[in-house]
């Protein structure tokens, strides 16, 4: 069975749309109609109902939804078994949170290669809905993220928090924290959600960003208050350009791990989490 049929179908499972299958798989929609005849034909079942409303699963669809999830996987294990070659020929990929990449990573890395040394390592820096979508298509075995997107096939686990304080090129006290060069953190919905409710005064700003790294290095080109991370905040104090705004209150954001609910016993897997999730301030464990 050709993979890009079981891609065509899930996707579709997602958008519900004939159309925005199309637009994501960038084919058009015949070529999206095709597949799924094809697909319906080797399983000998209708698999969706078209209609004014949108498109919808059939009874035979629900239940091989699942299963076309774990061939998807397998597949990608499959492909990746056979490609790695050499005395590490196991690989475990890791995505991290774009904020959290600066977080002792070469010294877990470090760690990492002494715990599992016949094990190599790949890592990349992403946003969570992203990272979530590769956990599910095997691209990623682990990820450390800020937020998780429910799906049936990942487990999420709380391990870790990381805290943003205000800090201010202009005063430390909150009153005096000029909106007209006040940045906007917006890293997360935690953290938009803490923001509109504890700063109410603040919900609009003449920049708003949502990487870390981002904030800081404009708060340090062109001056101004905002929320960084508090490792951060103290580099940016002990340059001696900014202070911290100390009575504005403190924005704590979970830290999540995310793994394949198949992985989710897998000792490799479970011993990269706890290696990741000893470097962040806070962790649970």
């Known amino acids: 069975m050709q993979m890009e049929l079981i891609e065509t179908f899930l996707d579709l499972c997602e958008t519900q749309s004939f159309n925005q299958t199309a637009e994501r798989l960038q084919v058009t929609q015949s070529t999206v109609s095709g597949r799924v005849k094809a697909l319906e034909r080797v399983l000998d079942r209708r698999l969706f109902i078209r209609n004014r409303s949108g498109t919808s699963l059939t009874l035979e669809g629900l239940r091989f939804e699942p299963h076309a999830r774990a061939l998807r996987v397998n597949w990608s294990e499959a492909l990746r078994a056979t490609r790695d070659t050499g005395p590490t020929a196991t690989t475990l990929r890791v995505g991290l949170q774009r904020d959290l990449t600066s977080t002792r990573i070469v010294d877990w890395v470090e760690e990492f290669r002494q715990t599992l040394p016949d094990t190599s390592l790949y890592v990349e820096a992403n946003f969570s809905i992203q990272m979530c979508n590769d956990l599910m ?138 290696l990741l999730t000893r470097y962040f301030p806070g962790h649970s464990r």
């Not at 109410?200 to 981002?214: E, K, M, N, R, V």
């Not at 340059?239 to 954001?253: C, I, M, S, W, Y």
Request: aromatic share 6%.
């Open 137 to 274: 298509r095997g691209i990623l075995d682990v990820a450390m993220i800020y937020t998780p997107v429910p799906h049936p096939d990942l487990f999420f686990e709380s391990v870790a928090e990381v805290r943003f304080r205000m800090v201010s090129s202009h005063t430390d006290k909150l009153k005096d924290v000029p909106r007209e060069t006040y940045v906007k953190a917006g890293n997360s919905p935690a953290i938009e959600r803490l923001h509109k409710s504890l700063l109410p005064t603040f919900g609009t700003a003449p920049i708003s960003c949502g990487q870390d790294s981002l904030i800081a290095g404009l708060l340090t080109a062109q001056g101004g208050s905002g929320y960084v991370l508090e490792a951060t905040a103290d580099e940016l104090i002990a340059n001696g350009e900014f202070r911290l705004v100390k009575d504005a209150p403190v924005l704590p954001q979970p830290v999540y791990s995310a793994i394949h609910l198949r992985n989710r016993h897998r000792s490799s897997h479970r011993k990269l989490v706890q």
